[in-house]
């Protein structure tokens, strides 16, 4: 690498403007009939993705060529561990809301520095929502800075898979159910927004799908947690996550946690770290 790294801030701005460029292609795509198979994992891609992926890689790599590269639409390179600083890329978040015509789908970048997000961008270009954050430098919503609102006396509105609600309403939670965004970025954010209280994830969720909104979120003082090791590492050999919450109320915390805990369980390493978290003074 050489001698002096760019700040984050401009890391985040080269961020930003690739977002919209990628914005504009997936756009292109976007309520026409395009082509779509299924993957391994049973998760849709559309040539959308593929051609989006393309894209932010000849992009972002041309502008950063020391940087690493992990996106789901692109094969693993193990020589992004050796990597200080590594792009994490969803090149359209929310698939299946894409295919559908939904508007609720997003693209999701983010700059991992030794396994911490330190930039990211959640952009939403049917909704002309953009969503950016670097370390230090605060959230931005649209350009101004991210502020949260939630009417007052409101009950916390809480999106989650079905299982999971019995287990909250079961603990006597006293809430509503929230909407559930396809968009795993989008609806982590909205808890900085105030449109959500809460938002949730299965076990399973991979780097791309997360990376993006925990720099957002972690600007807006917000917690994200990986229920079985706490806060989310990153640009791991393996990427994925435990079960997750972002919680804008803390009070929340042992209800939601307990919740995803008995539904999704842990790997066993995470076990162990959990065990070994909790055994400690």
Known sequence: MPAFAPPYADDLELLRATAVAAGLIASSYFRRDV????????SPVSEADIIVDRFL???????????????????????????DRVFVVDPIDGTRAFLRGEDYWTVSLAVVEHGVPVAGVV???????????????????????????????????????????????AAGLDYERGPAYPSLAYRLVQVATGRLDAAVARRGAQDWDIAGAAIILSECGLDLADVCVGFPQFNRRDVRHGALAALSDMSLKPIVHAALLKV??????????????????
Request: charged residues 20%; glycine residues 8%.
């Open 57 to 83: 890689a000849g992009n972002l790599l041309q502008a950063r060529p020391e940087y690493g590269w992990l996106s789901e639409e692109t094969a693993d390179n193990p020589s992004r561990l050796d990597c």
């Open 35 to 42: 082509k779509s198979w299924t993957k391994e994992n049973a």
């Open 123 to 169: 952009y939403a270009p049917a909704r002309d929502e953009m969503y950016d954050a670097c370390k230090g430098g605060g959230a931005r919503f649209n350009g101004q800075p991210l502020v949260r609102t939630r009417r007052a006396g409101a009950l916390p509105l809480v999106p989650a898979p079905g299982a999971v609600h019995q287990e909250m309403q």
């Open 264 to 281: 999704y369980g842990c790997p066993p390493e995470a076990e162990m770290q959990t065990t070994s978290q909790t055994s400690q003074p």
